[in-house]
């Protein structure tokens, strides 16, 4: 996906971490311009004040909703509402929706019917019929996963006597150590499908291809869930991957192929 698309951000401020705001809207920036930007909520309650000092800082626009009745508010339908308004409008090409409510399933298969992308953030208690009603769902908690560390250094200080100036200066030793994972049952099973279908006839798979296959099939699937930034990171941890590097143009274009 182009990063020219109009993205419309659309978080539901009962339902999404403050702190991660930065974080978020660079997710969405992965895939286009989060072009409108806005949250919902009541805006008189104090729930919504650790949202007060950062919109402004992330040019995210505040939508007043009053909590008519006790217990529930109407952020749901009020964000559902102005996300029917903009797809009609027709002046974006994807959404995001922000929050962990399953509420917003029906909006998300919506807007894929006509066609654009529909992306969600929230976390990992999202309800499944939400996150497979997405293109791609991004987990909060993976937005603040470490990579894990996969060179190991190896430190030996030796002492060098240079005749000429008898000092002793430390040598280094450094080995690399591929750390190995296990997947999950259920990433196993989704990683062997998108495999299948996309594998040439040298049996090998360009990773990218492999990436969009899998997000077809799960769209929270996200390496980084096991500590890797990529896809390559993490199946070059997997001991039944080989990853080949492939140069075109000067630009390395891996692939994968079972061992």
């Not at 690399?176 to 099973?189: G, N, P, Q």
Request: proline share 3%.
């Amino acid at each position: 996906m182009e990063n020219r698309f109009n993205i419309s951000v659309l978080i539901d401020g009962d339902n999404a971490q403050p702190k991660l705001i930065k974080e978020i809207i660079e997710e969405v920036s992965k895939y286009g311009k989060a072009t409108i930007r806005r949250i919902y909520g009541d805006w008189t309650s104090q729930q919504m004040n650790s949202w007060k000092a950062i919109i402004n800082q992330h040019s995210i626009s505040p939508i007043q909703k009053f909590s008519y009745t006790t217990g529930k508010n109407s952020t749901d339908g009020s964000l559902i509402i102005d996300a029917m308004d903009i797809l009609h409008g027709k002046n974006t090409e994807g959404f995001c929706i922000v929050s962990s409510d399953s509420d917003y399933t029906g909006l998300a298969k919506r807007i894929r019917e006509e066609g654009l992308f529909v992306m969600g953030i929230g976390e990992k208690k999202t309800p499944t019929a939400f996150v497979k009603s997405c293109e791609v769902f991004t987990y909060t908690e993976n937005l603040k996963t470490v990579e894990i560390e996969e060179i190991e250094e190896v430190v030996e200080n030796e002492t060098k006597t240079t005749p000429k100036s008898k000092k002793q200066t430390p040598s280094k030793k450094v080995k690399a150590v591929t750390k190995k994972i296990k997947l999950s049952e259920e990433d196993s099973k989704t990683i062997d499908k998108a495999f299948d279908i996309s594998i040439n006839e040298e049996d090998k798979a360009h990773i990218s291809t492999l990436g969009l296959n899998i997000r077809k099939i799960d769209p929270s699937f996200d390496p980084r869930s096991y500590g890797f930034k990529n896809l390559t990171k993490l199946f070059e941890s997997i001991d039944k991957f080989e990853v080949i590097k492939n140069e075109v143009g000067g630009l390395n274009h891996p692939l994968l192929r079972m061992k």
